[in-house]
């Protein structure tokens, strides 16, 4: 639901003396690198003055987003969904969020066990946050049982595809 694409530091930082920025930014290869965020000004850039140039990154346009939710999938299936943040009475659009998860349980990168996040955007659609591997996520109070059954699948998977190699 927004533009998205790739750039480097090195990249964004040369855009930025062309034009003004109000972009979403958030590492590409090293996912915990930083924490995304919006960068507006060429104080926001500063973040990344510390990074190499050559540092991959994933850009997208701004939304605002009313709440933001996790969706928990063990073995492909949606075990819970915990609200994180925003308006506590917005609820997903359900077929937008098992669409998304037919995808990515149809793609090369499906994982055993993940957290997938969804916001409510402004105008009142339902769109995809970003995808977290199950194997260190948060539990944001879901039943312990089920988050330890999913972060244990995940850990199991990992260790069986180490030990094919």
Partial sequence: KRNIWETTVKKLMMQSHEESLTIFVKPKSKAKLFTG????????????E????????????????????????????????????????????????????????????????????????????TALVEWNDGFALGSYGLDKEIYTDLILKRWEGIFETQSLK
């Fill in 37 to 48: 965020c919006v960068i507006q000004s060429n104080y926001d850039l500063l973040r990344l």
């Fill in 50 to 125: 510390s990074f190499s140039k050559d540092t991959e990154l994933y850009c997208s346009s701004v939304v605002e987003w009313l709440s933001e939710f996790r969706v928990f999938v063990n073995q492909s299936e949606i075990v819970g969904i915990k609200k994180y943040s925003g308006d506590k009475n917005l609820k997903l659009d359900m077929d937008t969020v098992k669409t998304a998860i037919k995808d990515f349980e149809n793609s090369d990168e499906k994982t055993s066990a993940y957290g997938i996040d969804f916001g409510i955007l402004n105008n009142g659609e």
